[in-house]
């Protein structure tokens, strides 16, 4: 798998964990103080949602994202997620950090995911 520069700190990071844990619940923090308990779901590779403009040539923007389950909202903000609901992350809206329910840092972390 072809990872970006962006994504081999981040989603990379966590694509790893959750195909190889699919059962195991996640604590996800973002940046504005949300905090959301999630089962994962899905992953996939974008279509192309972004294009960007490069003078003479739009360029499109290809990117990894996931998908989760909200299984508990424990601080509400401005993604305004609640229970039963599904969402996707990619390096664009990554959570500043992730755990497992019982604590285990999935991300931050030192490693990075070149290629597996």
């Known amino acids: 798998m072809y990872w970006r520069e962006e994504e081999k700190n981040t989603i990379a990071v ?3 964990f959750s ?5 195991v619940q996640l604590h996800l923090l973002f940046s504005e103080g949300e905090e ?3 089962s ?3 992953a996939y590779e974008s279509d192309n949602q972004d294009d960007i403009d490069n003078g003479n040539a ?4 290809d990117f990894f994202s996931l998908s989760y389950h909200v299984d508990a909202v424990i601080k509400s903000g401005c993604h305004g997620y609640q229970v039963g609901d599904y969402f996707d992350i990619d ?3 990554f959570p500043i950090k992730v755990t ?3 604590g285990h840092v999935i991300f931050p972390t ?3 995911v070149e290629c597996f």
């Open 91 to 93: 390096y664009r809206d």
């Open 100 to 102: 497992t329910k019982e």
């Open 40 to 42: 994962f779901e899905s």
């Open 19 to 23: 195909d190889k844990n699919e059962s």
């Open 14 to 16: 966590l694509y790893r």
């Open 110 to 112: 030192t490693h990075s």
């Open 36 to 38: 959301y308990i999630c």
């Open 58 to 61: 739009v360029i499109q923007e």
